[in-house]
């Protein structure tokens, strides 16, 4: 390095000192230090954190719908946020979210940086295959997997919390529990485990595998395969990418709804006491036949509209927490 270069470093060291920009620099100096995966991570989760807590009150809603709640399951969406308002304020809306957030931040800080590294192995090691969608179908399907194992006794603990509702009784306007009471998602851990071990903490795991295989598949597969047909001067565009995951979204979501409707009933069907004298679902195949033959078919897409309204903010402000994080922390594009 030659003497002028060196002088040049040190004044910008100097005025940085002066006017408080190395404490910035410096800031983002640790960042870029990071492996790019510990920034894929801190990315994805922040990202999940954003979009569940935007979508909250949605999300309670279709848990309601799912698992027919009573005094919720012949409600339409609207009618059931007025009434949780009204019995539950507006921290009913609420209920679940921690747990919901606690499982997401990893959930989708693994998602995204196993996709990444699942497509780079697969690419290396299976040329044949090229670089096309079908390799996104493949480390989406892989990643989702990876995601739900790692996360899943946290999902149940959502379920479980939002379940929970409160009535008014008569003119008793103070609001009463009907069902057992959790205090928090350590809490329902603790009693789930106490009631049947590791394999309670992932009953309903089958439905939630067999769905989000291949919904995590088809939304990377979808969106990339958008994304091909999009001309080249908007490839960076923030909308388009808005765009394609919802649309992705939207799609893999239809395909895969009923298992997720299994999934809820079968993580909270000892608490519902229409069910107690019956069997408990076998498998996921015993409970999508029970589920038609008993509830009708229709059931299976309990919630289905709700999940539509949610996915297209969800998506949106995931992709947008996810490319601002990105941008933050100096994560280079995928294809460089």
């Known amino acids: 390095m030659s003497s002028s270069t060196q002088g040049a470093t040190l004044s910008s060291n100097v005025v940085g000192l002066v006017d408080g920009s190395s404490a910035s620099h410096r800031e983002v100096s640790v960042f870029d230090?990071?492996?790019?995966?510990?920034?894929?991570?801190?990315?994805?989760?922040?990202?999940?954190?954003?979009?569940?807590?935007?979508?909250?009150?949605?999300?309670?809603?279709?848990?309601?719908?799912?698992?027919?709640?009573?005094?919720?399951?012949?409600?339409g969406v609207h009618q059931s946020l007025k009434k949780l308002l009204k019995n539950e304020g507006v921290i009913g809306f609420y209920?679940?979210?921690?747990?919901?957030?606690?499982?997401?931040?990893?959930?989708?800080?693994l998602h995204y940086m196993t996709y990444e590294r699942y497509r780079g192995?697969?690419?290396?090691?299976?040329?044949?295959?090229g670089?096309?969608?079908?390799?996104?179908?493949?480390?989406?399907?892989?990643?989702?997997?990876?995601?739900?194992?790692?996360?899943?006794?946290?999902?149940?603990?959502?379920?479980?919390?939002?379940?929970?509702?409160?009535?008014?009784r008569g003119n008793d306007s103070r609001p009463t529990h009907i069902r057992p009471q959790y205090s928090g998602t350590k809490n329902v851990?603790?009693?789930?485990?106490?009631e049947g071990g590791l394999r309670a903490l992932y009953r309903g795991v089958g439905p939630t595998l067999i769905g989000i295989l291949p919904y995590a598949g088809l939304k990377f597969y979808v969106y990339e395969e958008l994304k091909r047909h999009v001309p080249?001067?908007?490839?960076?565009?923030?909308?388009?990418?808005l765009s394609c995951g919802a649309i992705a979204g939207l799609?893999?979501?239809?395909?895969?709804?009923?298992?997720?409707?299994?999934?809820?009933q079968?993580?909270?069907?000892?608490?519902?006491?229409?069910?107690?004298?019956?069997?408990?679902?076998?498998?996921?195949?015993?409970?999508?036949?029970?589920?038609?033959?008993?509830?009708?078919?229709?059931?299976?897409?309990?919630?289905?509209?709700?999940?539509?309204?949610?996915?297209?903010?969800?998506?949106?402000?995931?992709?947008t927490a996810y490319d601002t994080m990105k941008a933050y922390l100096n994560v280079p594009p995928r294809q460089k």
């Open 33 to 75: 230090d990071l492996p790019i995966y510990v920034k894929e991570l801190i990315a994805g989760g922040a990202a999940g954190a954003f979009a569940k807590t935007a979508v909250a009150p949605l999300e309670r809603v279709k848990i309601l719908l799912q698992t027919r709640t009573e005094g919720y399951h012949s409600l």
């Open 95 to 109: 209920k679940g979210n921690g747990a919901s957030v606690l499982r997401i931040v990893p959930y989708a800080a």
């Open 121 to 129: 192995w697969i690419l290396e090691n299976y040329s044949a295959l």
């Open 131 to 168: 670089t096309g969608p079908v390799v996104d179908l493949l480390a989406g399907s892989a990643s989702g997997g990876t995601a739900v194992l790692c996360t899943y006794p946290l999902d149940l603990a959502r379920t479980k919390l939002a379940y929970q509702v409160k009535e008014t």
């Open 189 to 194: 851990l603790e009693a789930v485990y106490k």
């Open 232 to 241: 080249e001067e908007h490839q960076s565009s923030i909308m388009m990418r």
């Open 251 to 264: 799609l893999g979501q239809t395909f895969t709804y009923p298992l997720d409707v299994v999934r809820r």
């Open 266 to 319: 079968m993580q909270v069907e000892h608490l519902q006491p229409s069910l107690q004298d019956r069997a408990r679902y076998r498998s996921t195949f015993d409970g999508l036949s029970s589920i038609v033959r008993n509830q009708g078919w229709r059931q299976l897409f309990a919630g289905l509209s709700v999940n539509y309204m949610k996915i297209v903010p969800s998506v949106a402000i995931g992709f």
